[in-house]
């Protein structure tokens, strides 16, 4: 069987997302989501496989930037929308998708390549490493208390609507994104994406619901969730559905965390998506019942090895000689020189100097964002350190402060 592999003019879109629909349950988006992705799409980054009249695979790639860490924006490709339709199932249409796609970001100079895996053992083979966690959480607030920083009690929380105060929240977001690496800079009209509230997304819950966190006269903080009202024989049993958390500094934290605990009619609190270093387990006074899990999250794909490695700093100086393997994208395998010193920017050169350490791009994409240790990596045999001490160094200088996170799906 023949399909023609090409990039999407805007009249396919339609049949394209129709395809994705039935490959991810055959259930149609809500109209108003729809519409949204329809806004967003950027049709000559997206892929198709055609059978005749028919799309039968399909793979986007939306023009982010991501915050890596030291900062800065990368540009990066948000490759989304992944499928092949079940009827065209092993005849190498992902394989083919996936290798045109590296090339296209490649070529659009975008030296990084991010996803949300649907499955997390799809995309290893296409050098992508899982780079990110996401914590779940299910906190009873019928027994966990919280322990306030100083300053909570001057925090003002009231009530807004989502729509009006969008413009606060996403200050709040923009201010935030610069510190914590994963987080994609929002490109317009994503403004619109933590706000899109079909009833299907509620599930059972109520519309979406926002409060604020102000002092001194500004926003510096906010909250949208969910309320899902259940009771049992001794009473209430309500969830607060968290849906987006921020704030600028711990007392505007801790007095929404207050707030959402608090709720009338409600034992629970549920997150599903939070970093893995949240500070909430910091103030909870119970975190075994806050029911915590840790989830994959953002996987990360150095397209370009040596500007994604130039692009970000480095939380020590470094010099070190990385043998790398990568049959998918041959143009990164061989020798690299990282340097990074106390002043001046990173560089990354071929080289022909002896290797100190030999991983794959998987590995390198995992530890890009700083959230997973190379150590780590070598002690399940994925890093090989050929050099006494290169492991520590280089350990130490991918690392970073705080754990990487994306905030929302794409």
Known sequence: MTTELRALSASEWDSWFGCVELAFGGVPFPPESRE????????????????????????GAYSFRL?????????????????????????????????RQLEDVRSWGEPVAVLLASEPGIYGRFGYGAATAEMNLRVDTSRVGLTLPPGTDEVRVRRSSPEQALDACEAVYARLAADRPGTPLRQPGWERVPVNDPESRRHGGSPLQCVLAERDGGV??????????????????????????????PASYAAL????????????VECRNRPADDAVLRLVSD?????????????????????ALEARAYRAPVDVVLEVEDAFCPWNAGRWRLTAGAQGAPTCRRTADEPELALSANELGAAYLGGVSLTTLAAAGLVRELRPGALARAALAFSSDVQPWCPHGF
Do not use: I, K
């Open 287 to 307: 975190v075994r019942r806050c029911d915590v899990r840790l989830r994959d999250g953002l996987y990360v794909r150095l397209v370009s090895l040596d500007a």
């Open 257 to 268: 965390w207050r707030f959402l605990a608090g709720v009338d009619l409600t034992s629970f």
């Open 220 to 249: 510096t903080g906010y909250a949208t969730f969910h309320l899902r009202p259940a009771w049992d024989d001794a009473g209430p049993r309500g969830t607060v559905a968290v849906r987006d958390l921020a704030a600028l500094d």
């Open 36 to 59: 949204m992705y329809a806004a967003l799409a950027e049709p000559h980054r997206s892929l198709g496989h055609w059978d005749g009249a028919d799309c039968v695979g399909t793979a």
């Open 67 to 99: 915050t890596v860490p030291g900062g800065a924006a990368v540009p990066a490709a948000g490759v989304t929308a992944v499928s092949v339709a079940a009827t065209h199932r092993r005849q190498g249409l992902l394989t083919s998708m996936m290798r």
